[in-house]
């Protein structure tokens, strides 16, 4: 059993900046990618960026440039820190895991974080 909790989301102003976190507990071996997705109001999640065990990553043509993703392998977190934050930032972010290998030697699909608001005024 594994659960993701996001933390650091908040209310800033445009050119301000935030980390989020997210920690990843429970019966877990290992994770090879874990990624930051976002949802605004009425539009579909998208994925904002990806890191892998190794720390190869990938951004969104939106915040490259201003948002860095890494990871601490030991502590099974990932964070993403986001600079010169504008308002089109603001969206509920979400952390996931697609594969997580537990330490019973199980390889689980799919694990979502509950999300945390960000929000970026003008």
């Known amino acids: 059993q594994v659960q993701l909790v996001e933390s650091g989301g908040g209310l800033v102003q445009a050119g301000g900046s935030l980390r989020l976190s997210c920690a990843a507990s429970?019966?877990?071996?290992?994770?090879?990618?874990m990624g930051w997705y976002r949802q605004a109001p009425g539009k579909q999640r998208e994925l904002v960026a990806v890191i892998t065990s190794s720390g190869i990553t990938n951004y969104a043509d939106s915040v490259k440039g201003r948002f860095t993703i890494s990871r601490d392998n030991a502590k099974n977190t990932v964070y993403l820190q986001m600079n010169s934050l504008k308002p089109e930032d603001t969206a509920v972010y979400y952390c996931?895991?697609?594969?997580?290998?537990?330490?019973?030697?199980?390889?689980?699909?799919?694990?979502w974080g509950q999300g945390t608001q960000v929000t970026v005024s003008s």
């Open positions: 996931h895991a697609p594969v997580v290998r537990t330490s019973t030697g199980q390889y689980e699909n799919n694990y």
């Open positions: 429970g019966t877990i071996f290992s994770i090879n990618a």
